[in-house]
């Protein structure tokens, strides 16, 4: 049979070849196309893979994260990293290690694996998961708060489309990373835009979980864009696929729950509904405390500050805002840490401890111009200027009530 009959019109010839000469390993759709072709079972097509085979030991992998054992895909592949081995079984090993640990929220540990499962793969020439690696660096450097992860991800983007055979899924995946890191850039328009592509690429967008992780990215980007109906309407079919899968495969507390948890009451404390906000910030602790995640747990209690602020509970806005402060540090959360900063000048200011307030915006100030957020330092400065300003016109009114 020739290249072209095997692949038909499901599959390129390109494809077959890279499959039969091991440059690529077959998709499960893939593998069974081909034997279908040939008229032979799938298992005559694999070799009897020995218990510690690199088949055997990359596919366990594969299956852990497949089942989002996100434990024990760290400890595994840390123990295979720590072995040693064939080049591929290592460089397997550090991608799933780094995969796993940005789902647990562990994204400096991450990207130190992600790196070296790049480098590696480098090494044999197997550009697909090069790709794949650079794209979860781009995720992990975002979670770090890290400028670099837009230049990163982009990267992985243009070289996953050069390379064929590609899997739309993968694709669509690289695009909802990208809308994510987009969002957190505040490039709001940018973000949705990539959003969409995922949900427009062909069978890219399947699971449960993919789908709502891009509502979720949608809403949030229609919410920066201050359309709050659009992204409460998102976020609660976010929310609703979340929990229908959990229904489905119970499996421990991630993290994509408690967030879209964290930002329904965000967009709600938005609309003015603050009752109704305040529940789902409680919500998005505990979950995140079921997970044990503790980063990402600095945003939810800034905004619960935010709404304390909003109802002028100063004292409990200002013990919130605190405690997300010592949050974000302990977690080199450094952005979340001086929006913090920033929020805590503004309590102390609308309580009138002034040399507090002067403290709290000049420590935001410098965190923001050491970073390089120009942008964001100069909306500390704004801010900082319209307590001056409230300040000025109560000393002024104090002295004209005297008078």
Request: proline share 3%; glycine share 8%; with cysteine.
């Amino acid at each position: 049979m020739s290249l072209a009959d095997v692949a038909g019109r499901e599959l390129t010839r390109q494809a077959v070849h890279l499959i039969e000469s091991g440059k690529v390993r077959p998709t499960a759709r893939s593998l069974s196309l081909i034997a279908s072709r040939l008229g032979v079972p799938e298992a005559a097509l694999l070799p009897p893979p020995g218990p510690d085979s690199d088949q055997r030991v990359i596919g366990d992998l594969e299956r852990l994260t497949e089942l989002q054992d996100h434990v024990a895909v760290r400890d595994q592949a840390r123990r295979l990293v720590a072995l040693g081995g064939t080049p591929e079984r290592t460089a397997f090993a550090h991608h799933y290690a780094g995969r796993a640990l940005y789902a647990l929220a562990q994204p400096v540990e991450a990207v130190v694996h992600l790196r070296e499962a790049r480098d590696r793969f480098e090494g044999l020439r197997n550009h697909w998961w090069v790709a794949e690696s650079m794209d979860w660096e781009a995720i992990a450097l975002n979670m770090q708060e890290d400028p670099k992860a837009l230049r990163v991800g982009r990267r992985a983007l243009r070289r996953y489309r050069s390379l064929e055979p590609r899997r739309p899924e993968t694709e669509a995946r690289i695009l909802e990373h990208l809308g994510t890191i987009c969002y957190v850039r505040r490039d709001y328009e940018r973000g949705r835009d990539y959003y969409e592509e995922a949900l427009g690429v062909e069978g890219g967008v399947r699971e449960l979980t993919r789908i709502a992780r891009v509502y979720h990215g949608m809403a949030m980007c229609h919410h920066g864009l201050r359309d709050l109906r659009m992204a409460r309407e998102l976020l609660f079919k976010a929310l609703t696929l979340y929990e229908a899968e959990q229904r489905i495969a119970p499996a421990p507390m991630r993290m994509d729950r408690p967030r879209a948890e964290a930002d329904m009451g965000l967009v709600l404390m938005d609309e003015g509904e603050l009752e109704r906000a305040e529940g789902f910030l409680r919500d998005a602790l505990d979950h995140y405390a079921a997970a044990g995640i503790e980063r990402l747990q600095s945003h939810t209690l800034l905004t619960l500050g935010e709404l304390r602020q909003r109802q002028r509970r100063f004292d409990e806005a200002l013990h919130f805002v605190i405690e997300a402060i010592d949050c974000a540090l302990s977690n080199t959360e450094m952005l979340t840490a001086a929006t913090g900063y920033r929020q805590l000048g503004e309590l102390y200011g609308a309580r009138g401890d002034h040399d507090l307030a002067d403290s709290a915006f000049q420590r935001a100030f410098g965190m923001l111009q050491e970073a390089g957020m120009e942008e964001r330092a100069g909306e500390v400065m704004r801010a900082y200027e319209r307590v001056l300003a409230e300040r000025r016109e109560a000393r002024r009114r104090s002295r004209t009530a005297s008078a």
